[in-house]
């Protein structure tokens, strides 16, 4: 189980930090991906894009190899039980621990004006969507380590609390492998969808804005290639090691530890990578984005998939709780 918000458009993080998981998963596991738009009303000041943003996300999720009869795709307000289980949940949530969650900091740091109880109780809100389907293995980036470990404690707070193991542990998951941080071209943090966007790479940007992003890229001379190698080329360096071949990457490290690496040919090589692993997602969503039945199709069929599984998770939850009555 695992979402996205559709606050923007989606960039290379949120590609290989969740999308390609999601992929992968496909075909081994039972999938529930969803676009996170409750989440988005935590932080959005106006709602009017919010329509084009979630039929971009889907078409972004589908673009990317994600198939919707494997998986169910949905909205996450389409199940309304999310927010049944979240209203549970809030009951084990505690004021002064959602109050030191670094990511609730940051957002207050960003928006001071609107604190409100739901940025507060995000991590809740988060943790439902994954305890409604009992789900075990969350893809995520590395930014989400820290929700999934509060996802594991409101698991074991309710069982706990209620005496009965209806949630299993949920773990972030990137088939065994360090969970992936994409950064950003300025050489400093994340790629994200809202900061710095001459820094971020998106799944929607043309052929030439990528080049022209690529040519911006920070780097840095560098005196003694034996020294630590600086943020920011370290992270042009992981930039190609996701979209060029072992063998450009290994030429590019050579040429760097003999110093005569060209960081105009090592931009122009992660440039023209990123173009064609782009351009192809980048058509295929546009043509998705408009396709009105199609779309409500998948809508449709993921919300139908989720609310079963949901339904059985809220029936457990409430039991255990002592809310039958008859
Ligand atoms: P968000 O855009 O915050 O809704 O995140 C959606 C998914 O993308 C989450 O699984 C994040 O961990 C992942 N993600 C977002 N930005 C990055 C990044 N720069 N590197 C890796 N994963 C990311």
Do not use: W
Request: proline share 5%; with cysteine; net charge neutral.
């Amino acid at each position: 189980m695992s979402g996205i918000r559709p606050t923007g458009f989606l960039h290379l993080g949120n590609y290989f930090g969740a999308l390609r998981n999601y992929v992968r998963m496909q075909d081994a596991y039972t999938c529930y991906f969803m676009v996170a738009d409750l989440h988005a009303l935590t932080t959005l000041n106006e709602t009017k894009g919010l329509k084009q943003h979630v039929r971009r996300v889907l078409a972004e999720n589908i673009a990317s190899g994600l198939d919707p009869d494997k998986v169910a795709l949905y909205c996450q307000s389409h199940v309304p039980e999310t927010s049944e289980l979240y209203l549970f949940l809030n009951m084990l949530a505690y004021k002064g621990e959602l109050e030191k969650t670094p990511t609730f900091k940051d957002k207050v740091r960003l928006q001071p004006n609107n604190v409100n109880a739901g940025l507060l109780t995000y991590p809740v809100l988060m943790a439902a969507d994954i305890l409604l389907h009992r789900a075990t293995l969350v893809p995520v980036g590395k930014d989400q380590e820290q929700h999934l470990e509060i996802a594991r404690d409101f698991a074991g707070r309710f069982n706990k609390r209620y005496e009965r193991e209806v949630f299993p542990e949920p773990f972030a998951f990137n088939f065994g492998e360090e969970l992936v941080k994409v950064p950003s071209l300025d050489g400093a943090g994340k790629m994200s969808k809202s900061e710095n966007q001459m820094a971020t790479i998106y799944l929607a940007d043309d052929d030439d804005t990528i080049r022209k992003k690529i040519k911006k890229a920070k780097t840095e001379s560098v005196a003694d290639p034996a020294a630590p190698m600086p943020a920011s080329i370290e992270n042009l360096f992981q930039l190609l090691k996701l979209v060029c071949t072992p063998d450009v990457v290994s030429k590019f490290h050579a040429d760097y530890q003999a110093g005569t690496v060209r960081y105009g040919d090592m931009k122009s090589e992660l440039a023209e990578g990123m173009v064609s692993f782009i351009a192809p997602i980048r058509e295929k969503a546009e043509q998705i984005q408009n396709d009105d039945s199609y779309l409500k199709k998948v809508m449709e069929q993921g919300a139908a998939k989720a609310r079963a599984s949901a339904a059985v998770t809220v029936e457990l939850a409430k039991e255990a709780i002592g809310l039958i009555y008859y």
